[in-house]
């Protein structure tokens, strides 16, 4: 089954309109590999503008959302805020968001089902703490996580699997591809056992962790490793090199 290579940038709160503005103009003027889905992760306050500036071949998504259409939530946007900003993707249960701001499964979960029910996609994001990895739990913690995810989706092909493990985000200590491969393999196992054998098959998974120009071609050339969530080095003009890393 062929799954289409996706690389999502994470841009997380960096930037302004004068850097992200060239950023762009690079993006848009760059030979990107048609065959490979590209979105970028813009800070919430710049989706229309990024929607405005960049070429409509790539996708745009949010970095987050609240659980809920409307109300009084200071501080928080809705799926129908993002769509109306012309994205169609949000990033949810980023390893920031869990543990720099305390986000529960629970929580992820509801917000998973409500940019469904919007209409919108998700980056499901998953990803074992370094003690986590040191104690032999990875694997029963990311299936925990992604159980969440799964008893909340209904059509998994709006749903693109993000495996990060908390150690490789932004440590510059990338994880062997092996051992990423292994884990993409066990989770699509678990999807296969537990959700069904086609969405097993055909949920795209990602890797994401000190994803750079350097490492995105071993990486990518993974059975399981289906793309990239990128987050420095989306910021720069080597994440051309990311997205055309199968070429
Ligand atoms: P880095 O690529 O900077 O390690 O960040 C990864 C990440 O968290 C993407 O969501």
Redesign the pocket.
């Known amino acids: 089954m062929s799954r289409k290579f996706f690389v999502?940038g994470?841009w997380?709160m960096n930037g302004d309109k004068a850097s992200l503005g060239e950023l762009m103009k690079t993006l848009n003027s760059a030979k990107v590999d048609p065959s490979v889905e590209v979105v970028c992760?813009s800070p919430a306050v710049y989706l229309d503008f990024v929607r405005s500036t960049l070429d409509a071949k790539f996708g745009v998504a949010a970095q987050n959302c609240y659980k809920v259409a409307k109300g009084a939530f200071t501080g928080e946007i809705s799926p129908a805020m993002i769509k109306d900003c012309g994205a169609h993707w949000v990033?949810l249960g980023?390893?920031?968001r869990r543990h720099v701001f305390g986000e529960s499964d629970e929580l992820i979960g509801k917000k998973t089902a409500h940019v469904l029910e919007n209409g919108l996609r998700v980056v499901a994001?998953v990803g074992e703490k370094l003690e986590e990895r040191e104690a032999g739990i990875t694997e029963k913690v990311v299936f925990a996580q992604t159980k969440f995810f799964a008893d909340n989706v209904k059509d998994w092909s709006k749903v693109v699997l993000?495996y990060?493990p908390v150690w490789?985000?932004?440590?510059?200590r990338?994880a062997p591809p092996q051992q990423a491969q292994e884990v993409h393999e066990k989770l699509r196992e678990w999807l296969r056992a537990n959700v069904s054998e086609a969405v097993g098959d055909s949920v795209r998974i990602i890797y994401?962790?000190?994803?750079?120009g350097g490492t995105c071609k071993e990486l990518g050339g993974q059975k399981d490793i289906d793309g990239f969530?990128?987050?420095?080095?989306?910021l720069k003009p080597e994440f051309i090199d990311i997205i055309n890393a199968k070429q």
């Open positions: 999502c994470n997380k992760g990033i980023h390893s920031e994001c993000a990060e490789a985000i932004g440590t510059g990338t994401g962790g000190s994803v750079t969530l990128v987050g420095g080095a989306s």
